[in-house]
């Protein structure tokens, strides 16, 4: 009788226990993946790293990811520009940089090509080799476009400024058409140096460029 009614006792406590388990569940205390974290890389040149800003808590990565956590995307931005960089130097750098795993990549180069009249096919084939790469690892892409000035000449500009929308649909990359889309030639927005985004000017870039990137990571946000 005695072992019956320990038996019995064994057997009330497992039930709660599965009871209380279920519950557990039920409150989502076992669904940490619905809070995960968001990896994006922003790769590219010195309009990424944040060139001549007082902190790089002023950077376009930061106060993209900023802005993200701001419209409810738990994300984290990490800041791979390098002040100088041309599209060669980024399609160099681009596995090493991939050495963590990333949800999306930020593809910005093409500011610096133009300043050394680097010829656009060159410019495309760098950028394109590096999409490919980008495809072969299926990171959703986010392709912020550059465009000429025009003291370059009509021909140069017309074929730097057609690299971005061909490289996007041969690749199916979203397509964000001009990094410095309402900045550009805005001395309140820029740096004195007139190429460079001030505070203020990173905060419109990333103002436009925000809901580009809630689209690539299928993200709603709160608003």
Request: overall charge negative.
């Amino acid at each position: 009788m005695g072992a019956r009614k320990s038996a019995y006792g064994l057997w009330r406590k497992l039930v709660n226990l599965a009871l209380a388990l279920v519950a557990f569940v039920g409150l989502g205390g076992l669904a940490p993946a619905a809070s995960a974290t968001t990896h994006i890389l922003a790769l590219g040149d010195s309009l990424t790293a944040g060139f001549g800003l007082l902190s790089l808590e002023e950077s376009f990565p930061a106060r993209l990811q900023a802005w993200l956590r701001d419209h409810g995307v738990d994300a984290e931005v990490t800041n791979a520009g390098v002040s100088g960089d041309t599209s060669a130097g980024g399609l160099a750098r681009l596995d090493w940089s991939l050495a963590e795993p990333a949800d999306a990549v930020l593809v910005e180069f093409g500011a610096n090509d133009v300043l050394r009249g680097v010829d656009p096919k060159e410019t495309y084939k760098n950028l394109d080799e590096m999409l490919n790469r980008l495809d072969r690892r299926h990171a959703k892409v986010l392709l912020l476009g550059m465009e000429a000035p025009t003291n370059w000449g009509a021909d140069y500009r017309a074929a730097f400024d057609a690299i971005f929308p061909a490289l996007a649909e041969r690749h199916h990359a979203l397509l964000y058409p001009f990094f410095l889309d309402g900045v550009a030639l805005d001395p309140a927005l820029n740096q004195p140096d007139g190429m460079h985004p001030n505070a203020r000017g990173v905060d419109a870039i990333v103002s436009r460029v925000g809901p580009y990137v809630m689209r690539l990571l299928g993200a709603a946000g709160n608003g």
